[in-house]
């Protein structure tokens, strides 16, 4: 367990390198693992069942534990300290991951072990990721690079991981079949857990607030976990702006995961252009999506957010769908796929900055696993809900359909009186993160 306050801490600073680069860092190998795993899994499901019905139901199997998990892993990270979170559970990531192409080298992969074996990966992949996020805010103070910054480079990160796991998982999928790509995976997960534990240093993410819990917690036992639990749903409650932007992003999220996990997938069996296709589009996202995260992490403090928001939605949401339902020609699709990635790049260091702002320091990490968990609710149910439509009504219209409820769930929701805060969020950036937070309202 991480301790907090060890007298060799500043020495054990010295060594590591500085911690936003080590966290960030291990984001980006984990992150890309991830990546190149979506294009290799749903490809492999597809090549050896050629059911889209099945394809669906894999992508629920991971991330229905994904969500549950990391909703109820929250009190652990804030006790135990999210830098032992962190490396443990990539470890665990990775033995899952590489038994799925050993298993199959042995011919004892059945379906079933399969959906065991990938839900055993997202249960593990909650929590790693929530833990991660977590030592953002502090690494950030710790180098002493502002908050909105921390966060962009964070969504710079994520848009790299986005735009180098696709293009390798398609190009590797291609090349050496959809097994290798897996067996990669495993290998980023074990790399992403030696980053954590060889280069942070052992305090990092332990704060003293979760050294020294008040009196009656209880620290983790069953009273003492319900209670810290309990403290996340009470502060989301009295934050309308954060529910509303949970809400919303979960429907869009599960869009997003029926899009990536079925639609695309069978857009490029059935228009012939292959697995390659779906990384190049990754890729293309993705890079784009770089370039934006990068102007967001310059700029976003001098922008208005409600604006970059919306707008940001409007280009990532619904053209994406509507080109694929076009049947428009590569070309096309690619540079309709680039301006929705630069547009999504402005999206998470706006929602990250609002949330380091908003929520105190000792409830990070239980705040956002509720909210994250919340949001990603309706994840496992995108790859199976689509997975299913496509089956009974056929590609084009689920499409056009997914395209449209996208375009009405973010523009609508830009008319609640909430989203106002998100402006106001913005002039207490000079502050010390979560000041604002910790002030009477």
Not at 220 to 239: D, P
Not at 343 to 366: D, H, N, S, T
Not at 394 to 400: A, R, S
Request: net charge positive; with cysteine.
């Amino acid at each position: 367990m991480d301790g907090a306050g060890s007298a060799d801490e500043p020495e054990a600073e010295r060594r590591t390198v500085r911690p936003l680069h080590g966290v960030l860092a291990a984001m980006a190998v984990s992150l890309s693992g991830t990546a190149i795993s979506a294009v290799a899994l749903p490809w492999f499901v597809l090549a050896t069942t050629g059911s889209a019905a099945r394809t669906g139901l894999v992508a629920f199997c991971e991330m229905t534990p994904y969500v549950v998990v990391k909703l109820f892993s929250g009190p652990l990270v804030d006790r135990t300290g999210p830098r032992t979170v962190s490396w443990t559970t990539d470890l665990v990531s990775a033995l899952a991951a590489a038994a799925v192409p050993l298993l199959h080298a042995l011919d004892l992969l059945s379906f079933p072990v399969l959906l065991v074996l990938v839900a055993l990966i997202g249960a593990a992949r909650g929590p790693g990721d929530l833990a991660k996020e977590v030592m953002i805010p502090e690494a950030a103070e710790r180098d002493r690079i502002p908050l909105e910054r921390a966060a962009g480079l964070s969504g710079v990160i994520e848009r790299l991981a986005a735009t180098v796991g696709p293009a390798a998982g398609g190009s590797l999928v291609a090349l050496f079949g959809p097994l290798t790509s897996l067996a990669v995976n495993a290998g980023c997960f074990v790399l992403g857990s030696l980053i954590i534990a060889v280069t942070l240093p052992r305090g990092m993410g332990y704060t003293a607030e979760a050294a020294q819990p008040p009196d009656g917690e209880g620290g983790l036992g069953e009273a003492g976990y319900w209670r810290r639990f309990g403290e996340a749903l009470a502060f989301l409650r009295g934050e309308p702006l954060l529910l509303t932007i949970v809400v919303m992003i979960g429907v869009t999220n599960l869009l997003d995961a029926g899009f990536s996990t079925v639609l695309i997938p069978v857009w490029a069996r059935q228009s012939g252009n292959g697995p390659a296709a779906i990384g190049l589009l990754g890729g293309v996202t993705g890079a784009a999506a770089v370039g934006g995260s990068l102007v967001a992490a310059v700029y976003a403090h001098r922008l208005r957010r409600r604006a970059v928001f919306f707008a940001g939605f409007l280009l990532a949401g619904a053209p994406r769908f509507l080109v694929l339902a076009a049947d428009a020609p590569m070309g096309v699709v690619l540079a309709v796929f680039a301006v929705s990635g630069f547009g999504a790049g402005f999206l998470g260091p706006v929602l990250g900055a609002v949330l380091y702002e908003r929520i105190p320091r000792r409830l990070l990490g239980r705040v956002n696993a509720v909210g994250d968990s919340v949001a990603r609710a309706g994840v496992p149910l995108g790859g199976l809900l689509a997975g299913t439509a496509v089956t009974a009504a056929g590609l084009v219209p689920v499409l056009l359909a997914a395209g449209a409820a996208y375009f009405v769930t973010t523009n609508l929701a830009g008319l609640r009186r909430e989203w106002r805060e998100l402006d106001r969020a913005g002039r207490v950036a000079g502050r010390k993160p979560n000041q604002r937070a910790h002030q009477g309202r």
